[in-house]
Structure formats: C-alpha cells, structure tokens
C-alpha cells in the first residue's frame, strides 16, 4: 500500500529537475525555451556543483614545459604529445575526469574546472580539443 500511496504521490508533484541539456537544445525545445524567456514557464536554478568537482579539463599552455607526464599517466590515452611544439593536446571526449594528469603536472599547468555541459555531436569539436 505504501508503494501505491508513494506513486500516487509523486503523479502529482511538479518535476525536480530541467529539461537537459539547455545549452545545446534541438529545434523540438525551442518552444520551451521561448516559454522560459516570456515568463510562462520557471526554470529550476541549478544547484552548485560541489568542492572539488572533476569537470572539463583546463590547460595553460603557456605554463606547460612539455615534460609528458601527463601523457604517460593517462589511463585513457586522452593527452597527446606535439613534439615540435614541446606542448600536449587533449581529447576531452577521451577523458575519464580521473584528475591524474592534474595531479602530476610539476608546474601547475593542469586544473579540473567546474564545466560539465559537455554534450555534442562532434567529439572533435574545438571545445573538446585543448592544445
Ligand atoms: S583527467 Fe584522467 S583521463 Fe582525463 S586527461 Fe587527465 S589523466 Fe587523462
Ligand atoms: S604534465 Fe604538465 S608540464 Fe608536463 S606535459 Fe603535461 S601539462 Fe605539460
């Protein structure tokens, strides 16, 4: 009986969450967005991402001194070294978020950032390729 109340219960309760990924909405949405904008639907505010989140890499190239550690650490082969440049490139849809390489880098080149909207078609995109 208690399942049944519960369900019943629920039925009836505004959603908890947003529709997702809003950043990266398809055509279908768009009436929803435009139901946001004119004030005829509320959004729900995103609530903070916790200390220490692993998100979206950061890379400060000018800062790296092309030591490759963070190459030979990553289990998921997501950093790649540019041996002219004495730089790295990292595939961010490659990347498990294990903070590894963050860990390792000697000159604090590294940083795991708060950004998890991360979602698109193209793996290769320029914001999921650091270099
Ligand atoms: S966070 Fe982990 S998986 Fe991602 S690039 Fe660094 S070592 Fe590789
Ligand atoms: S560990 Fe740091 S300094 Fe070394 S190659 Fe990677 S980013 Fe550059």
């Given at each position: 009986m208690g399942v049944v109340r519960t369900i019943l219960k629920q039925l009836f309760l505004k959603p908890?969450?947003?529709?997702?990924p809003a950043k990266y909405?398809?055509?279908?949405t768009i009436q929803f967005l435009d139901k946001v904008t004119k004030g005829e639907l509320k959004l729900i505010p995103p609530i903070p991402v916790p200390p220490k989140f692993r998100g979206k890499i950061a890379y400060d190239r000018d800062k790296?001194?092309?030591?490759k550690l963070c190459v030979k650490i990553c289990p998921t082969r997501a950093v790649e070294f540019l041996p002219e440049e004495k730089k790295v490139k990292i595939f961010i849809s490659r990347c498990?978020?294990?903070?590894q390489c963050v860990d390792i880098c000697p000159v604090d080149a590294l940083a795991m950032t708060?950004?998890?909207?991360?979602?698109?078609?193209?793996?290769?995109a320029d914001e999921l390729v650091l270099k």
């Open positions: 908890a969450t947003n529709k997702f909405a398809p055509a279908s790296c001194s092309g030591c498990c978020f294990c903070a708060d950004e998890f909207l991360l979602s698109t078609y193209d793996k290769y």
